[in-house]
C-alpha cells in the first residue's frame, strides 16, 4: 500500500539549482530510513543522500562525498513528503534520481535496506 513518487526533475543548466519532491502514500509516518539514490544507464544504482527518523522532529542525515555540501535532503511530515534540494549541480549529476523508504533502522547509504522505492525522475545537467 506504500507508494512513493517522485517528481521535479529536468533540464537544467551547470550551476543552477534544482528541488526533487518525493510524495509519499501509505504509512509514511512508520519509515525510519529514507533517502535518494541515482542511476545512469550501464552504472549500478549510487547512493546520494539518506535521512534517519530519531524522534517526531529529530534526523540525522548523511550523503555520498560527490554531493556534499551541495545537496541537502529532508522530510515533510504534514505532507508525507521527501525533498532532495540540489545546487551548483553539474553535468555528472545527470541520472534517473529515485526515492526509497524503508521501516528498518540502518545505515541509508546501503540500497538493501529499503524496502519502498519510487519509479525515478530524470535530471539532466548540460554545461
Known amino acids: 500500500q506504500v507508494q512513493l513518487v517522485e517528481s521535479g526533475g529536468g533540464l537544467v543548466l551547470a550551476g543552477d539549482s534544482l528541488r526533487l519532491s518525493c510524495a509519499a502514500s501509505?504509512?509514511?509516518?512508520?519509515?525510519?530510513?529514507m533517502g535518494w539514490f541515482r542511476q545512469v544507464p550501464g552504472k549500478e544504482r549510487e547512493f546520494v543522500a539518506g535521512?534517519?527518523?530519531?524522534?517526531?522532529?529529530?534526523?540525522?542525515?548523511s550523503y555520498a562525498d560527490s554531493v556534499k555540501g551541495r545537496f541537502t535532503i529532508s522530510r515533510d511530515n504534514a505532507n508525507s513528503t521527501l525533498y532532495l534540494q540540489m545546487s551548483s549541480l553539474k553535468p555528472e549529476d545527470t541520472a534517473v534520481y529515485y526515492c526509497?523508504?524503508?521501516?528498518?533502522?540502518?545505515?541509508?547509504?546501503?540500497?538493501?535496506?529499503?524496502?519502498?522505492w519510487g519509479q525515478g525522475t530524470q535530471v539532466t545537467v548540460s554545461s
Open positions: 501509505g504509512r509514511t509516518n512508520t519509515m525510519n530510513i
Open positions: 526509497a523508504a524503508s521501516r528498518a533502522y540502518g545505515r541509508p547509504n546501503n540500497e538493501y535496506q529499503y524496502t519502498y
Open positions: 535521512i534517519i527518523k530519531i524522534a517526531s522532529a529529530t534526523y540525522t542525515t
